[in-house]
């Protein structure tokens, strides 16, 4: 077909196969249920079109019918409904060791950061076949990471992490959309999604000027604020020890348990009263205003890499030889 | 008592009394309902007005037509427009107006002052929109999101979301009046059972707008508070939240989609047995199939907002409900189909809406199976697909059962009949132009193209061109009824009382009803829709 006039989006997921098939199952099904409708109707109007002597015949229903033409559809819709939902708990479920990208998003550019410490804006490189999870927030209004090869989507809050994973299954440059309006311009606030090969990418990782991995700002942010003063590793300090507490439940003061997940990590930086481990003050300044969302993703990555790393994490990356360019497939 | 009809000097609603203040002082239900339609049909052609700019702004990829903010203006106000002040009041405020006291051989609503009332309010809100439109226009989307219509949009939010909390007000009123008439004031004789199946919709419209239209007043209201006195309730800095938001506002807005369906339900319910001289087919099942949505719909809001951060297992209740609600649509459509069963169908110009209305209703419900599907739904939310979708719904639904409608009851409402052979050719114009307006945007849609963009990448652009064609096409579809509809009403053929022979009380009385509907006092001894004791219309009077 032309190429301004394609009807079927590239497919580059793992997601993208099963949520196509499940259109395509959908699409038939629709279509045959339209057509039985408009058949009947069309067979309807001509066969008992109104003529001379013939009468219409009083009808006044039919218990059978329906009963029939509620329980079938019905039983129809809870199969659409299993299959949506199982697609969604995958969607929704990132595999674990998946490597982390963080995204903040603002008005009107996508910000992400590599926890391994590439900066990149409207542009995410990926390698094939691994799975890659997305930590995002947002800085004013509420965006939505969008990249329709993939077929998923997440909205973008401000004021809290949510979180989406995909694989990339075929190399090359795909869309990155909002798909939240956002303001003046939100339909300029897009970008590519680039999938590399493996080799490609490594290449790509080691070419651009790198400060150090995100969780190793964090370490040096987390001494500059002085957290380190209370939040000791070595002995007790005023603070909990945060050594291996990422991702585990918490006791809290009020006797409630919560997981240490990234949202309460941030909370706990930005709000700390908000819930207070058990057997600690709440003595902590509130940070709320005092930084900003890039610092507060490398302080969350800087805790979570206070934890052995599980097996098949990205950790950090081993440095390869200056001079070799990003390959962009882009063209 | 057809040659009765005809006379001149025959008093009859419109021709009581005479002058400017006659109108505006009335509380004749139906000449409020020849105000209401006076002035949402402006609001259409506003409305319309915008949806016309936004298809000429997308025929190319590039924003070149107007500037970005404009576009996120033009599209804001036609939602808006669209939604508040057309579809909620359209079949409501001017056919439910009209015909549910002479259905039920009532002389008026139970109460016909705050009838008039609610016509005065729903001008108050639509001029105060006006006022904003013309000093700034609002840019937050119809949907209003927090924190950007709170905190980030600099247009005339405050007012324009006060507009529509004013207009609220004539929405809960109109649906209280229907409901107590309803309740109170049937003819003897005129059981629930006996209802036609306008009203029943139509009391369950009335239920929606009753419970659900105050939940958007308070939500208004909240974020006008929010943004003139920096509340904190919609805000994540000060411990608020926007997804607070997004649940009260579609804990409205989505039963609001049945308040514009319902309605256009009931008008099909009774021209699909009218034009097939049947009963309608399972009467009790369509009449609680209304009562279903409405109830059912209040369970479903947050399907809106799979992707929006809430919970997997919240996503799992709402799309679950959600399917629970297709099944009384379904229910509807499998009965009228059956209705035509057995029948002697004419396809007169209602009768082409009220088939339109089922097709183009099944699409637009059939896609709504897809949107409720968890999995699919992240993909296909907040692209054109949902925009496709809803306009199935609102437009391929709503505006056609609202023009079948005004077809179907024209002669009563206004004594005179309108040219059959225009109103089937106008009928066919808005059907392709429809279908070739929205269907190409169910593609761009699973192409991922996003909704609210103002320019776009360049292959998403045969299809934006294809639908902006059938946007032209569909505007000659509303124009030309326009035309003909005023026509008629100095040139058309002179309507009898009962030009299709049908069932109901309204077409007992003369066309068009004296000021208190009938000259005697009705008493209801018959079933609705008891089509094999009418005698075929004459159809001398179908065709002119």
């Known amino acids: 077909m032309f190429d301004n006039f394609p009807l079927w989006p590239a497919g580059a997921s793992t997601q993208a196969f099963w949520v196509d098939l499940f259109y395509i199952a959908l699409v038939v099904l629709s279509v045959v249920t339209t057509l039985a409708i408009f058949v009947v109707i069309a067979i309807f109007g001509m066969k008992y079109r109104r003529r001379h002597g013939r009468e219409a015949q009083p009808i006044e229903g039919s218990l059978i019918l329906e009963i029939a033409w509620s329980v079938i559809p019905m039983g129809i819709f809870l199969l659409i409904f299993a299959g949506g939902a199982v697609i969604f708990f995958n969607m929704r479920t990132p595999p674990q060791g998946a490597s982390e990208v963080y995204v903040v998003a603002k008005q009107w550019m996508w910000k992400l950061e590599h926890v391994e410490g590439q900066r990149e804006i409207n542009e995410l490189h990926v390698p094939v076949g691994r799975d890659i999870k997305l930590i995002m927030t947002s800085q004013d209004v509420i965006h939505s990471f969008y990249v329709p090869a993939f077929r998923v989507k997440q909205d973008v809050l401000p004021g809290r992490y949510t979180t989406m994973w995909f694989r990339a299954t075929r190399p090359g440059t795909y869309h990155l959309f909002c798909a939240e309006y956002c303001g003046t311009m939100h339909s300029g606030m897009i970008g590519d999604v680039v999938v590399m090969e493996p080799a490609q990418y490594q290449s790509w990782m080691s070419g651009g000027p790198v400060t150090g991995s995100l969780a190793q700002n964090g370490q040096t942010l987390f001494q500059q604020l002085g957290c380190s003063t209370c939040h000791r590793s070595d002995v007790q300090g005023r603070g909990p020890n945060l050594t291996g507490v990422f991702g585990k439940p918490v006791q809290l003061e009020d006797g409630l348990t919560v997981t240490a997940d990234e949202n309460y990590v941030r909370e706990s930086i930005l709000n700390p009263t908000a819930k207070v481990v058990s057997g600690f003050k709440p003595i902590m300044p509130v940070f709320q205003g005092q930084v900003s969302e890039e610092q507060l993703t490398a302080l969350v990555a800087y805790v979570k890499s206070l934890n052995p790393a599980p097996a098949g994490a990205a950790g950090t990356p081993e440095l390869k030889p200056a001079g070799v360019a990003p390959q962009n497939p882009k063209e | ?429 808005v059907f392709i132009g429809f279908n070739l307006t929205f269907f190409p945007q169910f593609i761009l849609g699973y192409l991922g193209m996003p909704r609210r963009y103002w320019q776009y990448p360049p292959e998403y652009q045969v299809l934006n061109v294809l639908s902006t064609a059938g946007a032209t096409i569909l505007a000659v579809g509303y124009l030309m009824p326009m035309a003909y509809l005023f026509w008629s009403l100095r040139y058309g053929k002179p309507a009898e009382d009962n030009p299709w022979q049908a069932t109901g009380l309204e077409w007992r009385t003369t066309s068009p009803p004296p000021t208190f509907n009938f000259d005697v006092d009705p008493v209801v001894t018959w079933e609705a829709y008891e089509y094999e004791k009418m005698p075929l219309p004459d159809e001398v009077t179908l065709e002119r």
């Open chain 2, 1 to 429: 008592m057809s040659t009765l009809a005809v006379s001149e000097e025959r008093k009859n609603y419109i021709n009581a009394e005479y002058g400017i203040r006659s109108w505006l002082f009335t509380t004749d239900h139906k000449r409020i309902a020849m105000l209401y339609v006076l002035s949402i049909t402006l609001f259409f052609f506003m409305g319309g007005f915008y949806a016309l700019l936004i298809r000429l702004e997308l025929l190319t990829p590039q924003g070149d037509l107007m500037q970005a903010d404009t576009y996120n203006k033009v599209f804001t106000m036609h939602g808006q427009i669209m939604v508040f002040f057309f579809l909620i009041p359209s079949i409501p405020a001017v056919l439910g107006n009209f015909l549910i006291p002479i259905m039920i051989g009532a002389k008026d609503l139970a109460f016909p002052r705050i009838n008039l009332i609610s016509w005065y309010i729903y001008i108050a809100a639509g001029l105060l929109y006006l006022h904003a439109m013309m000093t700034g226009g609002v840019d937050t989307g119809w949907t209003f999101y927090t924190p950007f219509s709170t905190a980030f949009s600099n247009t005339r939010v405050v007012e324009a979301g006060l507009a529509i909390f004013i207009s609220g007000f004539s929405s809960i009123l109109t649906g209280l009046n229907f409901v107590v008439t309803v309740h109170r004031m049937r003819a003897p004789g005129m059981t629930w059972s006996r209802l036609p199946l306008f009203v029943w919709s139509h009391y369950a419209t009335s239920i929606i707008m009753l419970l659900g239209t105050p939940v958007i007043a308070i939500t208004l209201v909240l974020v006008v508070l929010e943004r003139s006195l920096n509340l904190g309730i919609f805000d994540p800095n000060r411990g608020g939240d926007p997804l607070l938001f997004q649940h009260l506002f579609w804990f409205y807005s989505h039963p609001a989609v049945y308040i514009m369906i319902l309605p256009s339900m009931g008008v099909v319910s009774e021209i699909v047995p009218c034009f097939s001289r049947k009963r309608v087919f399972g009467y009790n099942f369509v009449a609680m199939a209304s009562i279903a949505i409405a109830v059912i719909g209040f369970l479903v809001w947050a399907h809106h907002m799979f992707v929006a951060g809430i919970s997997l297992y919240a996503a799992l209740a709402f799309s679950f409900l959600s399917y629970l609600v297709a099944v009384p649509s379904a229910i509807k459509v499998f009965n009228w189909t059956a209705t035509m069963y057995k029948g002697s169908v004419s396809f007169s110009t209602p009768m082409l809406y009220a088939l339109g209305f089922i097709g183009l209703f099944t699409i637009g419900g059939l896609t709504g199976l897809f949107l409720a599907a968890l999995g699919l739904d992240v993909h296909v939310t907040d692209t054109y697909f949902v925009i496709a979708h809803f306009h199935y719904v609102m437009v391929g639904g709503a505006v056609l059962g609202y023009l079948g409608g005004i077809h179907f009851w024209w002669p009563k409402i206004s004594g005179r009949m309108y040219p059959e052979s225009w109103g089937r050719l106008a009928a066919i114009i």
